[in-house]
């Protein structure tokens, strides 16, 4: 008998946050939605609110505060700002909690929340990208499990079920490419915002859909599977694979590859990851159909072809705050490109610099993280202007 489970979900309008929703719609007597945290779009958070009830939600700024206050139900307490998620994330009657926010304001949130006790379903791979030390420790000291909920991630998380993680050879990644994917570096030139929101595959934020078209995603995936599964950079690959059904695989010492398939549907690996160690039927009702494909493509990647690959590998093998540093430049390049202040190729310039540029520390604190975090940000803006 399935025991009912209280969920805390950061980041309740974004992409994953809604189709987290969409999961525990679909199944009102498995879960219940105890708090939330949104960040600007407060008119469809309070349609949220209304329909599921939370106990506790956290707005950005003390302006949404005052906005909202007044208009969600006597049973919901709000607050805001960076104490808000703190609260949102560890709210005692949660045993869950949905870290789908976008960039490192999901870290301290989540720390709090393994220290908390709470099982953390891992969306914002930015968590462990920035400090994977600090909170992979954390979670073996609290005895908390740390569930991916990355397609990429849940596939070899799924493809490892009964497995001794001794006895694998490989991770393989799988990417789409995204946007840009049939394009050569020399027709990357003027591109613009709107053709690189055009993901071919997967329906997703902005930001996301970015990191898709430069590869930085799948590089920020490679360093995320590092710390979820303990496997060493050279035994992590990434293969093109332009249909997105193969989500990933793990071949295994004897020869053996492991491969989870599925339609590229993200309410899939969020409902595992809610779910397990159990399975419920899937809430889309669209179903792999292999004959209707015919035909799955794979090419091997250039790392010269999409540079943030590479900077991601070695950002990783480097280790200290130099992923630190990988994650805050990007997300700055990336949101000056989507004000149509930066070119795309200008993106993976940005990063080059401020990581060529860091002196690395190797086993930084939380402080130090989040200070090295602030000055690459703060480097990013004063280049730009």
Known sequence: MRVLKH????????????QTLDVIRAYPNQFTLQSMSVGKNTDLALKQIHEFLPKLVSVQSKEDYDKLIHEVPSTTKVVYGAEGLIEVATVQES??????????????????????????AIANKETLVTAGHIVTE???????????????????FQALNGEQIKEVDRLILTASGGSFRDRSRDQL?????????????WSMGAKITIDSATMMNKGLEVIEAYWLFGIPYEKIDVVLHKESIIHSMVEYIDGSVIAQLGTPDMR????????????LPAVSKERLHLWELGTLNFTKLDMDRFRCMKFAYDAGKTGGTMPTVLNAANEVAVAYFLEGKLSFLEIEHMIEQALEGHTVLKQPTLEEIMAVDAETRAFIHSTIK
């Open 138 to 156: 954390e979670a073996k000291r609290h005895h908390v499990s740390l569930i991916p909920v990355d397609s990429e991630h849940s596939a070899i």
């Open 268 to 279: 899939g690996p969020i409902q595992y990851a809610l779910t397990y160690p159990n399975r």
């Open 7 to 18: 969920i805390s979900l950061l980041g309740s309008t974004g992409s994953i946050g809604t």
């Open 95 to 120: 045993d869950v909690l949905v870290n789908a926010v976008l960039g490192s304001v999901g870290l301290a949130p989540t720390l709090a929340a393994i220290q908390a006790g709470k099982t953390i």
């Open 189 to 201: 030139e003027g591109v613009t915002v709107r053709e690189a929101l055009n993901h071919p595959n």
